[in-house]
């Protein structure tokens, strides 16, 4: 089994910073791709950032410019820098990793809250 535990998340003000980390463990084998979505009240789960095993990466048109997606392969960890928060980017974050030849995985989410 493979495990995802998100931390880092909680209440900040608008124009402040928060940074969420996802550790992988288990079995894990080759972690392909890792990244953030994030789901409002009352919406869809969206894509936030991911990036890949090659350091590549790829943000939501929403965040570009304030988040920051990173990797650390040798931990298997990921993160995601947030700054200039808005209300906007209010929502349960979860981390999804993508396993070679063993598919998605996702992490239990965690909740990030902006206020004005």
């Known amino acids: 089994q493979v495990q995802l535990v998100e931390s880092g998340g909680g209440l900040v003000q608008a124009g402040g910073s928060l940074r969420l980390s996802c550790a992988a463990s288990?079995?894990?084998?080759?972690?392909?791709?890792m990244g953030w979505y994030r789901q409002a009240p009352g919406k869809q789960r969206e894509l936030v950032a991911t990036v890949r095993s090659g350091g590549s990466t790829m943000y939501a048109d929403s965040v570009k410019g304030r988040f920051t997606i990173s990797r650390d392969n040798a931990k298997n960890t990921v993160y995601l820098q947030m700054n200039s928060l808005k209300p906007e980017d209010t929502a349960v974050y979860y981390c999804?990793?993508?396993?070679?030849?063993?598919?998605?995985?996702w992490g239990q989410g965690t909740q990030v809250t902006v206020s004005s």
């Open positions: 288990g079995r894990i084998g080759t972690v392909n791709a």
């Open positions: 999804k990793a993508t396993i070679t030849f063993r598919g998605n995985y």
